[in-house]
């Protein structure tokens, strides 16, 4: 694995597997390797097997669990951790935290919260445990709650830079937004290059209304490298509302670069060719949009309108009457893309035992 050599390690594994007796030790070190490269099937042949010959080595099972979860076997996960040993106080707690965790993935609400809660009372110090229950505090809509989670975690974990942009995001989300900025700076102090921050930090700006503030933490970080593709949407967007078309269009293709389903994207790269009397090359932006995302009312009326225009008057009603059944605003949706892509960052930040 270390060598690349991927389809030879599978090999190894399928042979070593084959022995009659292996130790438990070298079956977990094995299955960390594959996980910790995503090949996760892999990673619970290891783990399977060395809690079938030492079923009372709690971290394979938990290892297990964790890796059927990240191959969205939720149903087998949760089996496995349930029926895990725990003779430990840190054994049972961790059990509790991962059948949470699990529980969230399945739609189980008010169960992982329960369990979650639970095992962060145990160990309120453990960064995991508190991220999972802010996150899925988040997902239920409860910022609130979720702000006080991660201000909780951040107190005991200060330099924990996902619980910080947990904090910053429920505080966004809340609508607490000079909190938020406050939550991002602090965060971006610990992490400068952290490009997700500096989104989350510009965004909450734009949505505030400080067009240059956000204008310029998205340059900034476009600067950096590997720079988050939003970063550029965030600079269009900032832009087109303050009508300075000079880097609209090239920001916009080196989003659309790095995002090539963002319909958002194609919306606003619709609007500036409007602005600039490309009626043709905006049309062909709406209509891209509302391919990506039928679901996007901002996409619906501007193909309406850019119809009407130029005279295609039956596809203007028709996009008209899908706008008139939707009526979500862009904003709305802006704050629903975001969400999802900060929510991305922030999921999965735990690991194999």
């Known amino acids: 694995m270390a060598q690349g050599?991927?389809?030879?390690?599978?090999?190894?594994?399928?042979?070593?597997?084959?022995?009659?007796?292996?130790?438990?030790?070298?079956?977990?070190?094995?299955?960390?390797?594959?996980?910790?490269?995503?090949?996760?099937?892999?990673?619970?042949?290891?783990?399977?097997?060395?809690?079938?010959?030492?079923?009372?080595?709690?971290?394979?099972?938990?290892?297990?669990?964790?890796?059927?979860?990240?191959?969205?076997?939720?149903?087998?996960?949760?089996?496995?951790?349930?029926?895990?040993?725990?003779?430990?106080?840190?054994?049972?707690?961790?059990?509790?935290?991962?059948?949470?965790?699990?529980?969230?993935?399945?739609?189980?609400?008010?169960?992982?919260?329960?369990?979650?809660?639970?095992?962060?009372?145990?160990?309120?110090?453990?960064?995991?445990?508190?991220?999972?229950?802010?996150?899925?505090?988040?997902?239920?809509?409860?910022?609130?709650?979720?702000?006080?989670?991660?201000?909780?975690?951040?107190?005991?974990?200060?330099?924990?830079?996902?619980?910080?942009?947990?904090?910053?995001?429920?505080?966004?989300?809340?609508?607490r937004t000079s909190q938020s900025v406050e939550s991002s700076r602090r965060l971006l102090a610990l992490a400068p290059g952290f490009s997700t921050a500096r989104l989350l930090l510009g965004f909450t700006l734009y949505f505030d209304g400080n067009l240059d503030a956000a204008r310029q933490v998205a340059r900034d970080g476009i600067a950096l490298p590997d720079p988050n593709p939003y970063l550029y949407y965030l600079d269009a967007v900032a832009s087109l509302k303050q009508h300075d078309n000079a880097r609209i269009l090239a920001d916009l293709a080196a989003a659309e670069k790095g995002l090539p389903s963002c319909a958002l994207c194609y919306v606003a790269s619709g609007k500036a060719r409007e602005q600039q009397g490309d009626l043709p090359g905006a049309l062909s932006d709406f209509e891209t949009a509302v391919h990506v995302a039928p679901g996007l009312s901002e996409g619906w009326y501007h193909l309406a309108s850019v119809s009407d225009r130029m005279g295609k008057k039956e596809e203007a009603a028709q996009a008209r009457g899908h706008f008139q059944r939707m009526k979500v605003s862009e904003d709305e949706r802006e704050k629903e893309l975001m969400q999802g892509v900060f929510l991305q960052s922030l999921g999965a930040q735990d690991g194999a035992r």
């Open 5 to 175: 050599a991927i389809s030879q390690a599978e090999t190894d594994l399928t042979q070593l597997l084959s022995e009659p007796r292996l130790e438990s030790g070298l079956l977990l070190r094995v299955g960390i390797a594959f996980a910790q490269r995503g090949l996760y099937s892999e990673a619970s042949r290891a783990f399977a097997r060395s809690a079938h010959d030492d079923p009372a080595i709690f971290e394979a099972h938990y290892n297990l669990a964790l890796a059927q979860l990240a191959q969205n076997r939720p149903g087998e996960a949760f089996r496995t951790i349930d029926q895990a040993p725990h003779t430990s106080a840190q054994d049972s707690t961790a059990r509790l935290y991962l059948r949470g965790k699990i529980e969230g993935q399945m739609g189980q609400t008010q169960a992982a919260q329960h369990d979650l809660s639970a095992a962060l009372e145990k160990d309120p110090g453990n960064e995991n445990y508190a991220l999972d229950l802010g996150l899925l505090c988040l997902r239920a809509h409860a910022y609130l709650q979720s702000e006080r989670v991660f201000t909780r975690g951040t107190e005991l974990n200060p330099r924990s830079t996902y619980l910080l942009l947990g904090l910053g995001l429920a505080q966004f989300l809340g609508g």
